[in-house]
């Protein structure tokens, strides 16, 4: 599922990084439909066409605009489609941070409070769900001591995510 060149392309060049979205769900026990895969990094040189100069393939860059989110993206051309998203902000820094490399996929994986706080700052419905989900998920499987620990990054998230943490802790399941 994972795109080894994409990866070991990244791990050569050290760049630090971790699978997002719904292969990074899957892998905390919440499976749901993903027709690509996303991987998220805080480094932005690989906007940078010279840094891709050696790579199997030639990506498609795009660079965010300063209001935008994400610093920019690096589309790379696979079956399934492998997005990298260059981060900026509290809650990207910490999913990449807390990664913890996954031996079935031989990547690292956003942690679950770092996909947990992705999920609030992204903040449309169906990542609240993802949320929820996630949350009964872990529980399921034992590993739902990440609760606690959002509180703890939330005076530095924007205060839409705040908001929407507040929405969704109501219906958590303890």
Not at 163 to 168: I, L, N, S, Y
Request: with cysteine; hydrophobic share 45%; proline share 5%.
């Amino acid at each position: 599922m994972l795109d080894r060149s994409l990866l070991d392309h990244l791990d050569r060049h050290g760049v630090r990084y971790c699978v997002i979205g719904g292969v990074a769900l899957a892998a905390h026990g919440y499976a749901r439909y993903t027709a690509d895969v996303d991987l998220l990094t805080m480094d932005a040189r690989v906007l940078d066409r010279a840094h891709w100069a050696d790579a199997s393939h030639a990506p498609e860059i795009r660079t965010g605009d300063a209001d935008d989110p994400l610093a920019g993206l690096v589309r790379w051309p696979s079956n399934p489609p492998h997005d990298l998203l260059v981060g900026r902000g509290h809650a990207m820094s910490v999913a990449v941070e807390t990664a913890v490399r996954e031996p079935w996929l031989a990547a690292p994986v956003a942690s679950a409070v770092g996909l947990v706080l992705l999920k609030l700052e992204a903040g449309a419905p169906h990542d609240l769900n993802d949320v929820l989900a996630l949350a009964g998920a872990t529980a399921a499987l034992g590993r739902d001591d990440w609760h606690d620990a959002v509180e703890g990054h939330l005076s530095r998230l924007s205060e839409h995510a705040r908001a929407a943490w507040q929405r969704v802790v109501r219906d958590l399941p303890r």
